[in-house]
């Protein structure tokens, strides 16, 4: 017996009819049969809840020297030619966006950032140059983005050279979209003596760090520029980190005052500064 099939059903574009057996029409209806399943089509696997975080790495596994999926500075970069690379990061915390201005000469515009709910050193970094999607994006502290952009690593800034062994790494003109709103970042206390090297202090750069039980070694230090750096130690030890007023205007900042605990955005621009937020983030001493 031959039955009148449609080329269409084979995937032809013809709509002339074809002739086939009734055992090639019962192949025909098996194979179509098997692809379907059900009348509804094949269950989707269940691949679990999305990640409100994104799936990209973040910051911690690419910056740790130890991390298996660290970016390898490869070339090296030199004073001629800046390291660059591509970089797509998702979910990470605005801890700080620069909008005090204690030059009076423009000195606004750094956005610090850190993996979203991590204290994990190498947790932190900061951008420069950023665009926003859309453009009336204003992002404030504990805002989550995803950003796409260039990681960035110079061992001299226009005609300055960093001292030996040290970097300016940075996040680079990224594209930012809003991801959602969180939880500013829990202050990680780090260890003082750690900012008496590069190598040992870099890895809290972008962070929010508090240290306690604080003394003001010496006075104001500003610069022509108007930037003050102030001396500090701890009970336990001292550190090469001073007290800048990148953020805020410093006020009851003098020497041999003593504070509870003073927290604040890690920074490096040559050398290691602690950038508290506001004067609530000088903690006094208890009377």
Request: hydrophobic fraction near 40%; proline fraction near 7%; glycine fraction near 10%.
């Amino acid at each position: 017996m031959w039955t009148l099939v449609s080329s269409s059903i084979l995937g032809g574009r013809s709509k002339l009819p074809l002739l086939a057996g009734t055992a090639s029409v019962a192949v025909l209806a098996a194979v179509m049969g098997a692809g379907c399943g059900s009348r509804d089509g094949d269950a989707p696997a269940d691949v679990g809840d999305p990640n409100p975080l994104g799936t990209t790495k973040t910051l911690q596994q690419l910056q740790d020297p130890e991390s298996a999926d660290k970016i390898v500075l490869e070339p090296a970069p030199t004073c001629a030619q800046a390291f660059s690379t591509p970089l797509t990061v998702q979910g990470v915390s605005v801890n700080w966006v620069d909008r005090y201005d204690e030059t009076g000469a423009g000195a606004v515009g750094t956005v610090w950032i850190q993996d979203y709910k991590s204290q994990a050193p190498f947790a932190g970094s900061s951008i420069f140059s950023p665009s926003f999607v859309p453009s009336s994006l204003y992002v404030s502290t504990g805002d989550v983005v995803d950003l796409r952009g260039l990681y960035q690593v110079n061992l001299c800034v226009g005609k300055a050279t960093f001292p030996d062994g040290s970097r300016l790494s940075q996040v680079a003109t990224p594209v930012t979209t809003f991801r959602f709103e969180g939880a500013p970042s829990i202050p990680v206390e780090a260890p003082i003596s750690d900012f008496a090297d590069f190598e040992t202090g870099r890895k809290w750069i972008g962070m929010l760090v508090t240290f306690r039980d604080v003394y003001v070694d010496d006075e104001v230090r500003l610069d022509n520029a108007g930037r003050a750096s102030v001396p500090f130690s701890s009970a336990q030890a001292s550190g090469g980190i001073t007290l800048s007023n990148e953020f805020h205007p410093l006020q009851g900042v003098t020497r041999g005052a003593r504070f509870a605990s003073v927290t604040g955005v890690v920074t490096w621009f040559f050398d290691f500064k602690l950038a508290t937020r506001m004067p609530e983030d000088l903690l006094p001493v208890p009377q």
